[in-house]
T-cell receptor
Framework: EAQVTQNPRYLITVTGKKLTVTCSQN?????MSWYRQDPGLGLRQIYY???????DKGDVPEGYKVSRKEKRNFPLILESPSPNQTSLYFC????????????FGQGTRLTVV | GENVEQHPSTLSVQEGDSAVIKCTYS??????FPWYKQELGKGSQLIID?????GEKKDQRIAVTLNKTAKHFSLHITETQPEDSAVYFC??????????FGSGTKLNVKP
């Protein structure tokens, strides 16, 4: 089954404790990206990757890091989480640029206290 | 940067009626406009998209229209069904790089 898998689904952590949210796709997609969803703001792009070892900042990259060492995985790293990073995070992937179906993961609800 | 506004924030229709969700964007360089459906507890799925060189696109009960001059695009769902109930997001992007999303519309289709 074609899917984008995020882990964990739910996470509560403390300020400053480094964490990683994993994202994996099994469709050999080139394009992957991370979004955060906040009430009234919709989805905002954090980082995206056009291919292995190719990443770029989205709209709200501050406080986040990503890596794309292999095609299937695109982890989101919070080196020092802060309460304003409490949000619902989505990973997405698609085969190529434009005009093709995009798949989203089920989301990771992160709370930073 | 781009600014995408989406209206309405909630929409309630009777089963069988049509639903229309509208979005406006600010950056004339945006050339790709997808619509996503997010169901409770699931990730979002692309349901239809349109590029700037096309004015309208249809896929069964779903259609999207784009007015480049006015910088707005709309999602039209005809003959709505209860399973259409979800949150819908519009987005605008330039060459499929940075995506800017609307704030979402919660559609409720009453049986």
């Amino acid at each position: 089954e074609a899917q984008v898998t995020q882990n964990p689904r739910y996470l509560i952590t403390v300020t400053g404790k480094k964490l990683t949210v994993t994202c994996s796709q099994n469709m050999n997609h080139e394009y992957m990206s991370w979004y955060r969803q906040d009430p009234g703001l919709g989805l905002r792009q954090i980082y995206y990757s056009m291919n292995v070892e190719v990443t770029d900042k989205g709209d709200v990259p501050e406080g986040y890091k990503v890596s794309r060492k292999e095609k299937r995985n695109f982890p989101l790293i919070l080196e020092s989480p802060s309460p304003n990073q409490t949000s619902l995070y989505f990973c997405a992937s698609s085969f190529r640029v434009g005009g093709t179906e995009a798949f989203f993961g089920q989301g990771t609800r992160l709370t930073v206290v | 940067g781009e600014n995408v506004e989406q209206h309405p924030s909630t929409l309630s229709v009777q089963e069988g009626d049509s639903a229309v969700i509208k979005c406006t964007y600010s950056d004339s360089a945006s050339n790709y406009f997808p619509w996503y459906k997010q169901e409770l507890g699931k990730g979002s799925q692309l349901i239809i998209d349109i590029r700037s060189n096309v004015g309208e696109k249809k896929d069964q009960r779903i259609a999207v229209t784009l007015n480049k001059t006015a910088k707005h695009f709309s999602l039209h769902i005809t003959e709505t069904q209860p399973e259409d109930s979800a949150v819908y997001f519009c987005a605008a992007a330039h060459n499929f790089n940075k995506f800017y999303f609307g704030s979402g519309t919660k559609l409720n289709v009453k049986p």
